[in-house]
C-alpha cells in the first residue's frame, strides 16, 4: 500500500535583488533555462491563462493554470507534469517574492499538495527546489548561472 | 526521526574547504552570522558555542562528530531565551558535498521535542543566515539583513 501525503515543500531563500527582477527571472524563458534545468516557460501570466514548462527537447515537462498573479509580489500556478502514464494529483506552486529590504527579497516556493500524493514523490521536490532556487539566487547576483545537472525523474510513479 | 526537525539544502560555488572555514571561523561568521562567532578547538567531545556579539552566550553544546570537511554534528541548546532553554539540547548536523565546481550543503536541526519552539525558531533563521552565507562567498558580500545582531535583542 503506497503512503499517500498532502505535505507541502516550503523553500524559503533570500535574494539581493529587486522583486521585479525576482519576478522576470521566475517568468521569462531567457532566464529560467540557465537556472531550472534547461526549462522554458510560455505563458502570459494572467490570472486564468494557461502556462506551460518545456524541456530542451521541446517536449511539455508541466502543464497548468494561473490561479493568481500579482506581479511582482505574488504568481499561483497549477501543477501538472504532463509525460507520465498515470495520472499524478495536480498540484499548486506558490511564489511569494517579498521586499524586506533595500535590495532585498525573501523568496518563498510553496508547492502544496491538496490532492494526496504517492509520499515518496515529494523527494522529486525536496530535492529538486534547492537546486533550481540556489541558480535562481547565483543568477541573479553574480550574473552566472550554477552548473547543475539536471536530476533522473522519481523512479516508481 | 526526530520529534522536531528542519532540513534545509543550499548550493553554493566554493570549495567545500572553503565552506567549512566559513561556517567555523569568527572572521567569517561575523559578516553574515549577525556578527556571532563559534568558539571552540574543534575537537570531537570539546565544547562548542556561538557567542553574540555583546560577549553573552547565544548558544552551547558539544562537538558529536567532526570530519573536516565534510561533516560536522553538534549539540545545541539555546542560552539566552528562557523558552527555547528549558527545551534542553537539539543536535545540528552540517553535512558538506562537493559537486562539479559546487558544494552542496546540507544543514539538519533536530529535537525530541513535540512542537519544539527552537527549530521553529531556526528554522526562520536558518534560510537567513545560510542565503547570506552563499551571498558572501559568491559576491563577496553578505545581505545587510545578517551583518548585524539586531538591536532589539
Known amino acids: 500500500m503506497t503512503e499517500m501525503t498532502t505535505e507541502s515543500t516550503v523553500y524559503v531563500i533570500y535574494i539581493a535583488a529587486a522583486p521585479e527582477k525576482v519576478w522576470t527571472t521566475l517568468t521569462s524563458s531567457e532566464f529560467t533555462t540557465q537556472y531550472f534545468f534547461g526549462r522554458s516557460v510560455e505563458s502570459d501570466w494572467k490570472k486564468g491563462s494557461p502556462w506551460i514548462l518545456r524541456k530542451p527537447d521541446g517536449n511539455v515537462d508541466v502543464s497548468g493554470k494561473v490561479r493568481e498573479s500579482d506581479p511582482p509580489r505574488k504568481l499561483v500556478v497549477t501543477w501538472n507534469i504532463d509525460w507520465v502514464e498515470t495520472k499524478l494529483p495536480e498540484c499548486i506552486v506558490t511564489y511569494d517574492i517579498e521586499q524586506t529590504g533595500e535590495n532585498l527579497v525573501r523568496l518563498t516556493m510553496t508547492e502544496a499538495h491538496p490532492t494526496p500524493i504517492p509520499a515518496n514523490l515529494l523527494e522529486g521536490g525536496r530535492k529538486g527546489w534547492p537546486m533550481i532556487l540556489s541558480g535562481l539566487k547565483s543568477l541573479l547576483e553574480t550574473g552566472k548561472p550554477l552548473n547543475i545537472p539536471t536530476p533522473e525523474p522519481p523512479k516508481e510513479i | ?153
Not at chain 2, 4 to 23: C, G, H, M, N, Q
Open chain 2, 1 to 153: 526521526m526526530a520529534a522536531s526537525t528542519f532540513v534545509y539544502s543550499i548550493y553554493i560555488r566554493t570549495t567545500p574547504e572553503k565552506l567549512w572555514d566559513a561556517l567555523t571561523k569568527p572572521e567569517f561568521t561575523r559578516t553574515y552570522w549577525c556578527e556571532c562567532w563559534p568558539d571552540s578547538t574543534w575537537e570531537k567531545g570539546a565544547s562548542w558555542k556561538l557567542m553574540i556579539p555583546d560577549g553573552r552566550v547565544g548558544d552551547s553544546g558539544e562537538i558529536v562528530e567532526i570530519d573536516k570537511p565534510r561533516k560536522l554534528v553538534v549539540t545545541w541548546r539555546n542560552e539566552f531565551r528562557p523558552e527555547l532553554h528549558t527545551e534542553g539540547y537539539s543536535r545540528c548536523t552540517y553535512e558538506l558535498e562537493a559537486q562539479g565546481d559546487m558544494t552542496k550543503l546540507i544543514v539538519k536541526h533536530e529535537i525530541d521535542v513535540e512542537k519544539s519552539k527552537l527549530i521553529e525558531a531556526v528554522s526562520g533563521g536558518w534560510p537567513a543566515i545560510l542565503s547570506s552565507l552563499k551571498s558572501l562567498l559568491e559576491t563577496g558580500d553578505a545581505l545587510e539583513a545578517t551583518k548585524h545582531w539586531p538591536k532589539d535583542k
